[in-house]
């Protein structure tokens, strides 16, 4: 049997005094504690104030009946919980079955019987305890499981918010990226393609191989440009050494073209699982434009040099050709004399020479002489006209046709000299350009002059033709010719500063490369077309309205006040 507790109190009602006292006793010696009531009235009021822990109602009382205190005991809360056990006759079975209706747990008979009251009370006083227990541990569970329910929903709404954040943060990178006109591609510390722009997709999408999210990029790539796939695995390996990666390639998807595939590692760290950035640039344009300059600056550097060198070798050359008639001068003077001295002496030596014949050679060594100073003005005259100094445009309104013009009236006689079909087309409605006029006509006649010295025989023809493309608001001028043609391994020499095939007849190589020169300066530009034995085609394109360099501005009318500053 259980031990009782000191602190465990039991209430027993019941209006009959020997049987309070009987069961005070029984209870007493079992150490509880007893508080006993006459009423139920009374014993209500008690129990509301200090709740028993188990409570002994007697069936028949007068004023309350011991169903009613039950039935009131279990509309209270706090004591509805209480185990009620009642107190009823041995032989009243109606009794019993209302009692367990009404809410009571248990009963015990009257007369009591000592150890039955102690068994029924123990007993129920145990289930009243552990039942309290229970709900102690329930409650405590609940307590917990309602904690953790709140911590979770806590955990998912700042999940939820960090999703959010994230699906914002995605947006605006694809928004980025979409703003960056280049193909660009993300990927993640696995080579997968975890973000890509539509120009990524229109790339790839041209190249044959397609791209997807997620896929492994190296896959994608692998089929054009192992090169590239290697660098990117060294690079997720952290084999790479620059931090930056550029490569350089035929364009995938027209091969004429060159592009740069950059490679911009992300680092690896906390927030982030690296990964690598790549953009593929077309650099045709900028190579071009670099290329364009390097041979700007060699013209300029060579035109500074060549200024300062045709103007020392101008003062010998100035020299030479003064001295040479005063020396051809006294050659004529001196000539009888000596003349007389071989008559009467017979033939002498001068110098390596005989007098006889010194006499043949000294015409042809003056005339050489004088000749070769002329060349060397000739070109010294030339270089002066490719000096740094020259780049300076004068602008002002210029008619094309007018250029054309001005330039055959220039060239008339030679055209007569070199063909009998030489034909000119002027173009109708072409607007007047911003240019220098002067520079122009000397581009003109520099290709009329080498057209007509292509030409093997007078029976071969030249074509001159101007043209305006409303469209790209560019003026053409087209000079052809049935010339010997260029063979190809030179064509691509000819515009080169001192290029020539013609030095046995005085070419300087210089008409071309002045030509080129100009027209960069007007920012346009010759194409060349040629084909050996047929003849070849000049092509200039000016821009309305464009010019580089420093331009000096001339109102129409005034071309007479020109001049180079
Ligand atoms: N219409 C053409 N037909 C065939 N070859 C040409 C023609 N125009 C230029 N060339 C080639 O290009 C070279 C360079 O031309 P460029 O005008 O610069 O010098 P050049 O004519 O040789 O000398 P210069 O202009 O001083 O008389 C020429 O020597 C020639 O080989
Ligand atoms: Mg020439």
Redesign the pocket.
């Known amino acids: 049997m259980k031990k009782t507790t000191a602190a465990e109190t039991v209430m027993i009602v019941d209006d009959t005094p020997a049987n309070l006292r009987c069961l005070q006793e029984i209870l007493h010696l079992r150490g509880y504690r007893v508080v006993s009531f006459l009423q139920g009235e009374s014993a209500l009021r008690a129990a509301v104030k200090n709740p028993p822990d188990v409570i002994l109602l007697d069936i028949m009382m007068p004023d309350m009946n011991g169903f009613e205190v039950c039935e009131r005991l279990k509309t209270d809360p706090v004591l509805r919980r209480i185990p009620v056990l009642f107190i009823s006759a041995l032989s009243d079975r109606e009794d019993k079955t209302r009692a367990f209706a009404a809410g009571g747990v248990d009963y015990v008979t009257k007369p009591f019987d000592e150890q039955e009251v102690l068994t029924r009370i123990d007993t129920h006083l145990n289930l009243y305890r552990l039942n309290r227990e229970l709900e102690g541990m329930v409650e405590e569970r609940t307590a917990e499981l309602i904690e953790a329910n709140e911590t979770l929903k806590q955990e998912i709404s700042v999940r939820k918010r960090v999703e959010e954040q994230l699906c914002s943060h995605q947006l605006l990178l694809q928004s980025v990226f979409e703003g960056i006109a280049e193909p660009l591609i993300l990927l993640d510390g696995a080579l997968r393609v975890k973000l890509y722009n539509n120009s990524a997709a229109a790339y790839y999408q041209a190249a044959g191989t397609g791209i997807t999210r997620n896929e492994a990029f190296d896959a994608i790539e692998r089929r054009m440009d192992h090169e590239l796939c290697d660098t990117l695995r060294n690079l997720a390996k952290g084999v790479a050494c620059d931090p930056i990666v550029h490569l350089e390639r035929k364009a995938i998807a027209d091969p004429e073209r060159i592009e740069q595939v950059s490679l911009y590692p992300i680092e690896r760290n906390e927030s982030t699982a690296g990964g690598t950035i790549i953009r593929i640039a077309d650099i045709t344009e900028e190579r071009r434009r670099s290329q364009e300059m390097a041979q700007a600056d060699k013209l300029i550097a060579l035109g500074t040099l060549v200024a300062g060198v045709a103007h020392e070798i101008n003062n010998p050359a100035h020299v030479i050709l003064l001295n040479t008639p005063a020396i051809s001068e006294v050659w004529q003077h001196i000539q009888p004399i000596l003349d007389e001295h071989l008559a009467s002496n017979g033939d002498f030596p001068v110098g390596n020479l005989l007098y006889s014949e010194l006499k043949q050679e000294v015409p042809a060594l003056l005339s050489d002489i004088e000749s070769s100073a002329n060349r060397i003005k000739r070109i010294v005259s ?1 270089l002066k006209g490719y000096s740094a100094k020259n780049n300076n445009l004068v602008l002002a309104p210029v008619d094309i046709n007018t250029v054309v013009e001005d330039a055959m009236l220039l060239m008339g006689h030679r055209i007569k000299k070199s063909t009998g079909r030489f034909h000119v087309a002027y173009g109708q409605g072409i607007p007047s350009l911003t240019a220098d006029g002067q520079k122009l006509e000397q581009v003109v006649v ?2 009329i ?3 007509l ?2 030409l093997p025989d007078k029976n071969r023809a030249v074509w001159v033709e101007t043209s305006y493309d409303s469209e790209k608001q560019e003026v053409t001028i087209d ?1 052809r ?1 049935e ?4 063979p190809p391994a ?1 064509i691509s020499r ?2 080169d500063p001192f ?5 046995a007849t ?10 080129e020169q100009i027209i960069k300066l007007h920012h346009g530009h010759i194409e060349v077309a ?1 084909e050996e034995g047929a ?2 085609t ?1 092509k200039v394109t000016l821009p309305l309205s464009r010019s580089r360099g420093k331009a000096i501005f001339l109102p129409a009318g005034k071309e007479s006040n020109r001049g180079v500053l």
């Not at 290029?499 to 030095?503: D, G, Y």
């Not at 005085?506 to 030509?515: E, K, N, Q, R």
């Open positions: 030339v520099n290709l002059a080498n057209a010295e292509s000079v010719d010339g010997i043609g260029i030179l000819i515009m290029f020539t095939t013609k030095k005085g070419g300087t190589g210089l008409g071309m490369a002045i030509a040629s003849g070849s000049f």
